[in-house]
């Protein structure tokens, strides 16, 4: 009975394999089929981490729409530049907004090297009045980033906050053209405690 039952294992093994090879094949393709492009990005798209989900959408010329939900219905908006420069945040608990004093389409297309200066005034009401504000921009680098079965080719953008020439913050960006969005950001890059916040997964908008 064991040698019958070897035996008829082997005998229905291709069949198997040729069936399961198959299967992933499509599987694979069908997935793939599924990754935002930057044909498709245009009609949004979704990103997803653990208890959060952020929805991307244009809005208007090169602004991007951004829609964040942490595991409620209340969330938070954000207007971005590109996707890139966040000129508005908007949800409980915080509203912020800025006004850009720099033309933002020098910063594209980016390019390896590239150094950008932007200055700006916050939309505060108790921000002091001539306080200088700016964005230091530097494209370090560019890599393959990967979502799932989805890659996408990201700049490393070193960015830079300072009020005067106080330091404010610091942290990269690994920003997507193609989708025009930011799907990781790197903090205390190149030291002892760097880490990374990364979106984990990317889903199409149903239309």
């Known amino acids: 009975m064991q040698a019958r039952t070897i035996c008829q294992g082997k005998s229905m093994r291709p069949r198997r394999l040729t069936f399961t090879l198959v299967a992933t094949l499509l599987a694979g393709a069908a997935q793939a089929a599924e990754c935002p492009t930057a044909a498709t990005a245009e009609k949004g798209f979704m990103l997803l981490q653990v208890d959060t989900q952020s929805e991307?959408?244009?809005?208007?010329?090169p602004i991007v729409k951004i829609t964040n939900r942490y595991g409620s219905p209340a969330g938070q908006t954000v207007f971005s530049y590109r996707g890139l420069i966040d000129l508005s945040r908007m949800g409980a608990g915080s509203q912020q907004a800025l006004y850009a004093l720099s033309d933002l389409k020098n910063l594209f297309p980016l390019k390896k090297g590239a150094r950008h200066e932007i200055s700006f005034v916050p939309l505060n009401p108790d921000e002091p009045v001539n306080t200088q504000w700016s964005f230091e921009l530097d494209v370090t680098g560019q890599e393959t980033f990967k979502l799932e079965n989805c890659k996408y080719k990201v700049w490393k953008v070193r960015q830079t906050t300072k009020?005067?020439?106080e330091q404010v913050d610091v942290w990269s960006a690994l920003y997507s053209p193609d989708?025009?969005?930011?799907?990781?950001k790197i903090y205390d890059e190149g030291t002892a405690n760097e880490y990374i916040v990364r979106y984990e997964r990317i889903r199409r908008l149903q239309q």
């Open 56 to 61: 991307f959408r244009k809005h208007y010329g």
């Open 179 to 184: 989708l025009e969005a930011t799907l990781a």
């Open 163 to 165: 009020k005067g020439d």
